[in-house]
């Protein structure tokens, strides 16, 4: 993953007050920025971060790193959406799809689901999870 500072200064001067974030906040903005950590690895960055309050120097040393080494690699992605793609043809089923985000990594919760399903467009009950896949993971 790219990591686009001036994009990632424009997020965090959306959450932050007087130059920093709050600490309830932080998760928000990690997530904002392009990151998708499990809950123990958001945790585990606030931690590093001095507990969530920090200003965007403090911020961006924690999360820089893990956005070069996220790349949460799109091909890794692919591969766990191709298996039900029996056709090769770059889609499965809407069944599948919901299969797959709720099965890899940590589950998605109802609120979390209906927020992707609102992102995707699903054609003839399918999914083109290539496209998927680049638009959230992938570098734009």
Excluded at 19 to 37: E, T, Y
């Amino acid at each position: 993953m790219k990591v686009n500072e001036k994009e990632m200064q424009m997020t965090f001067s959306t959450y932050a007050k007087g130059g920093s974030i709050a600490a309830k906040d932080f998760n928000k903005v990690i997530r904002a920025v392009g990151l998708n950590p499990t809950e123990a690895s958001a945790a585990e960055l606030k931690k590093k971060s001095g507990g969530g309050a920090c200003d965007f120097d403090a911020f961006k040393k924690v999360v820089v790193p893990e956005m070069e080494k996220a790349k949460d690699n799109v091909d890794k992605i692919i591969d766990s959406f191709s298996v039900f793609d029996q056709d090769g043809s770059g889609l499965i089923p809407v069944t599948e799809f919901r299969h797959v985000l709720c099965t890899m990594g940590e589950a998605l919760s109802q609120e979390e689901m209906a927020e992707v399903m609102s992102e995707v467009e699903p054609a003839d009950g399918k999914i083109d999870y290539r496209e998927f896949s680049n638009m959230i993971f992938g570098d734009e």
